[in-house]
């Protein structure tokens, strides 16, 4: 069992920065591929970015590429969205997530999930 806490959601400005936080419990969790996902209102929950267990290998939305960076601290079992040049398209409730293979972004395929941390970018 893994448990999924998510941290530094906020309110900022266009082209302002946040840092996601998401600390993980568990005997095995620094070796779970983590995912960071999003929803804002009114709409379906949409991948962000995920990272394998090493850290080697990330992948992005497009939406998001260039502007957003996933990485890792196996030592801390947490994970990190820095999420720069921020739009107001990006306010959403951010979820992380956790599973023992390698799902990418296929969301249906994680098994564990944090509660989420509001990020809202104003105009």
């Known amino acids: 069992q893994v448990q999924l806490v998510e941290s530094g959601g906020g309110l900022v400005q266009s082209g302002g920065s946040l840092r996601l936080s998401c600390a993980a419990s568990g005997r095995t969790s620094s070796s779970y591929t983590m995912g960071w996902f999003r929803q804002a209102p009114g709409k379906e929950r949409e991948f962000v970015a995920s990272?394998?267990?090493?850290?080697?290998?990330?992948y992005y939305a497009d939406s998001v590429k260039g502007r957003f960076t996933i990485s890792r601290d196996n030592a801390k079992n947490t994970v990190y969205l820095q999420m720069n040049s921020l739009k107001p398209e990006d306010t959403a409730v951010y979820y992380c997530?956790?599973?023992?293979?390698?799902?990418?972004?296929?969301?249906?395929?994680?098994?564990?999930w944090g509660q989420g941390t509001q990020v809202t970018v104003s105009s």
């Open positions: 997530a956790a599973d023992p293979n390698y799902p990418r972004e296929r969301m249906n395929e994680y098994d564990y």
């Open positions: 990272i394998d267990w090493s850290g080697r290998s990330t």
